[in-house]
């Protein structure tokens, strides 16, 4: 380790000799032969003679890493039998000492002072801190950690060390608002990875100051609140004030004005005056409407003020439709069968539905319309609250039947619906069933002079 004291062992050679141990023949003694490079001092280590050990020499200031020309040694160690006189063997080996470092420097800022230039709104690395480090930058000792130790309340700013470099990048983490605050004043210190050795202590450049400042930039405009809602039952009249949407814009400190247009209104049924933000319909709001989803309307409107290049903001509008009773219940299915010697009567169990909401649906009323249908043929029984059942009271001829079923909602006021039940009575002959020909639709005697005194009145 570089600043070692003067007699730090830093390594043990040892050689071995053949001869008999006994004897002076293998009686071995060490010196250093030769040391490369030779600075600062031809004479840095000392080698024990007997015992092979290897010692620095030299005060702790010449084995300084950070002034040494190269911080890499080599001994050429000559081991000597028959005690290291001229007359006994010798063999040579090669010791490599590495002059270790230690986080004897501090890191220093190149200046004390750092500028920076950011747009508000944005975001990044915006300035790239520098220091300078004299230790090993394998190392510890070199590398750097950077803090904010004032001027960041708000959490906006974050730095972080680049690996490559050891540059503090300094970053806007949340976005800055030139309205609020136009500058801002970063104090930053630097530490190393590594604690600094006991003697060496952080000096005032270990910090630096970084001035920032934010440049105005044109801001969209805000709606306020987003989404916006409002709730109106469907069926409003048209021209109805739905309400006034209000969008501020950021830039304070301009006089800016802004306009309102709509962006996206997928049933066109609103209109927004570009001034003062009113918003009104333009057609009949349609709770049962494609574009409405769980009885929710989304429209989108755009604020754009008069900056330049101009900028624009969204809004959305949400309006909830309430449920009135525009809609007639309608019955399924529309067709059925029966035997024409049918021991059972029953022809068709009827459901209907309604597209509005409770309580403008079920229960349900179901009839056959009585001006066309004689009373003694067909017959509709309620089995329940959205379900009737028709029935014959006598068996019919093998023919088609159209028999009209008036539905009736719950609503107030109600909404009626009358559709043709078609009823096929058809043959059925040995478990084979006939429909095909059931000839021309057969019709009650009222139909059929309703439709006589129509012919007539066209004569």
């Known amino acids: 380790m570089e600043g070692s004291p003067t007699g730090t062992t830093v390594m043990r050679m040892t050689a071995f000799d053949a001869d008999d141990p006994a004897t002076d023949n293998a009686l071995l003694r060490y010196n250093i032969r030769q040391q490369t490079p030779d600075k600062p001092s031809p004479n840095m280590f000392y080698i024990d003679p007997e015992k092979g050990d290897i010692v620095t020499v030299v005060s702790p200031a010449l084995l300084d890493r950070e002034t040494l020309e190269n911080p890499k040694y080599e001994l050429i160690i000559e081991a000597q039998d028959m005690a290291g006189l001229d007359v006994g063997l010798t063999g040579t080996a090669t010791a490599t000492i590495m002059i270790d470092d230690k986080n004897d420097h501090s890191p220093k800022f190149t200046k004390k002072e750092f500028q920076a230039t950011v747009e508000e709104g944005a975001m990044g690395v915006i300035v790239n801190l520098t220091v300078e480090d004299k230790d090993d930058p394998t190392t510890g000792a070199w590398r750097a950690a950077y803090t904010i130790i004032n001027g960041n309340p708000g959490q906006s700013f974050e730095i972080h060390t680049n690996p490559q470099t050891n540059e503090g990048m300094l970053s806007v983490v949340k976005p800055l608002d030139y309205e609020i605050s136009a500058f801002h004043t970063l104090l930053i210190k630097v530490e190393n990875e590594d604690p600094l050795v006991p003697d060496v202590s952080y000096g005032s450049s270990s910090t630096a100051t970084v001035h920032i400042t934010v440049l105005d930039v044109n801001e969209s405009p805000v709606f306020y609140p987003d989404p916006m809602m409002v709730t109106k039952q469907e069926n409003i009249s048209v021209g109805s004030v739905l309400l006034t949407v209000n969008a501020t814009d950021p830039d304070s400190l301009q006089r800016q004005t802004i306009r309102y247009s709509v962006y996206k209104d997928p049933a066109g049924w609103l209109n927004i005056n570009p001034i003062n933000g009113t918003v009104d319909t333009t057609a009949l709001l349609d709770r049962e409407s494609p574009f409405v989803h769980n009885s929710v309307y989304t429209a ?11 900028a624009t903001g ?11 009773n525009d809609n007639a219940p309608f019955i399924y299915p529309t067709v059925a069968e029966v035997c024409d010697d049918a021991k059972n009567l029953s022809v068709v169990i009827l459901g209907a539905t309604d597209k509005d909401l409770h309580p403008n649906t079920d229960p349900f009323k179901f009839e056959i319309h009585k001006q066309t249908v004689p009373d003694k043929v067909w017959k509709i029984s309620k089995i329940n609250n959205t379900h009737a059942l028709v029935s014959l009271l006598q068996n019919l001829n093998k023919a088609n039947y159209h028999l009209p079923i008036m539905v009736t909602d719950s609503g107030k006021p109600p909404m009626t619906n009358i559709t043709d039940l078609r009823v096929q009575v058809c043959s059925c002959k040995n478990s084979k069933v006939d429909c095909n020909a059931a000839g021309a639709p057969h019709f009650s005697a009222a139909t059929a002079l309703l439709l006589s005194l129509f012919s007539l009145a066209r004569l």
Request: proline letters at 9%.
């Open 314 to 324: 969204t809004g959305t509008l949400l309006i909830t439709l309430e449920d009135v």
């Open 300 to 310: 989108l409107f755009l604020a754009t003020d008069s900056g330049n290049p101009p």
